[in-house]
């Protein structure tokens, strides 16, 4: 017979690494390396494993420099991480149906710009409402007390 061979998640191959460096842990570097994972990523896998399974993962430091991580509460994480992925579960949608909603397109239409030119040696246009509205003391003195200013 041929034994088939099985595909194990990345999440299981770091949980069965950190499992065999037992209670003096696994250096990060080595672990990296039998995993084929970068250090970026490493980090990446080790916090999904804390906070997607609930493992607990120590790391043994040397000042700032991370020098073993040590996982602590293997028998929990035996039950919530599996060697494969699990199977992909898709919840259909119930169409909404939503009453009294009418939409209406919007047309926006673009006028045309008439192209300003200048005229330096010619005369200049003048506009041909030349109306100037002028307030007195009084009206200014009006607003002012309407909007409270003083």
Do not use: W
């Not at 896998?45 to 043994?60: C, D, K, P, Q, T």
């Amino acid at each position: 017979m041929s034994k088939k061979s099985t595909k194990h998640t990345k999440y299981f191959e770091l949980f069965s690494a950190l499992k065999a460096g037992g209670a003096k842990g696994v250096d990060p570097a080595a672990l990296a390396k039998t995993l084929n994972f970068s250090m970026g990523s490493l980090a990446v896998y080790i916090h999904a494993l804390r906070h997607n399974f609930g493992a607990v993962i120590e790391s043994v430091r040397n000042g700032r420099v991370v020098t073993a991580y040590r996982l602590v509460n293997v028998a929990e994480c035996e039950k919530s991480i599996s060697p494969t992925r699990k199977p992909r579960t898709v919840k259909a949608k119930a169409p909404v149906a939503r009453k009294g909603i009418m939409r209406t397109a919007v047309k926006t239409v673009k006028s045309k710009a008439t192209p300003k030119t200048r005229n330096v040696d010619g005369p200049v246009e003048v506009i041909d409402d030349m109306s100037i509205t002028e307030y007195t003391d009084a009206d200014l003195s009006d607003i002012k007390s309407q909007l409270g200013i003083g």
